[in-house]
């Protein structure tokens, strides 16, 4: 929107085209006033708006607010008065927007910023997870701990895993099984053993 505008003694004066004819109070007729200044109007807002395009909107405002006026016989200059309504109106939009744009922002002493960071507590809890999982890999049964750590550790498939250790796949399976109930029991998952 524009920004709020002041008009000098000599804008008005430029803008107050028809002279000495308007100094005599005459019935008001906006609709005349309208076709005769239309265009110096338009001129004049685009002249002192930020956005142009909104020359015509405040034009329409003034029109719709003069209106009120219309068949008046107390208005001595109807150019000075519509140029009058048409910098009240810019000035009106420009304080609204401005309103606008303060109640569109968001105090951010209230949020809760995401972080890709995990938090403190977190970090903690996660630390203490990994060490209660590492204890209770430590305390396996040998050949249980060997098939896991291929499994996991070393990446190995389940048929590699028995060639290396001279086991069944379905051992394998089974030791596999049997460490992932641990752990799980151990660290957490509500204590359970998986069903």
């Not at 609709?31 to 909107?57: G, M, N």
């Not at 744009?101 to 996660?126: K, M, Y």
């Amino acid at each position: 929107m524009g920004t709020a505008m002041s008009v000098t003694s000599e804008e008005m004066q430029a803008a107050d085209m028809s002279g000495a004819n308007e100094r005599v109070c005459e019935t008001l007729s906006v609709q005349d006033t309208i076709r005769r200044y239309h265009d110096s109007l338009i001129r004049f807002l685009r002249q002192r708006l930020r956005v142009k395009e909104d020359a015509a909107d405040i034009a329409q405002e003034a029109y719709i607010r003069m209106m009120q006026y219309d068949g008046s016989n107390k208005i001595h200059s109807p150019s000075s008065m519509l140029f009058r309504i048409a910098i009240n109106v810019a000035n009106d939009q420009c304080r609204a927007e401005a309103a606008r744009q303060v109640s569109e922002q968001i105090p951010i002493d209230g949020l809760e910023l995401a972080s890709p960071q995990p938090s403190a507590d977190r970090q903690i809890a996660a630390s203490q997870d990994l060490e209660i999982l590492y204890d209770a890999i430590e305390h396996l049964p040998p050949k249980c701990q060997q098939v896991f750590l291929l499994s996991r550790a070393q990446r190995m498939t389940y048929p590699q895993i028995a060639a290396h250790c001279g086991i069944s796949v379905k051992m394998v399976e089974k030791h596999i099984s049997h460490a992932l109930a641990i752990c799980m029991k151990k660290v957490g998952d509500g204590g359970e053993l998986p069903s």
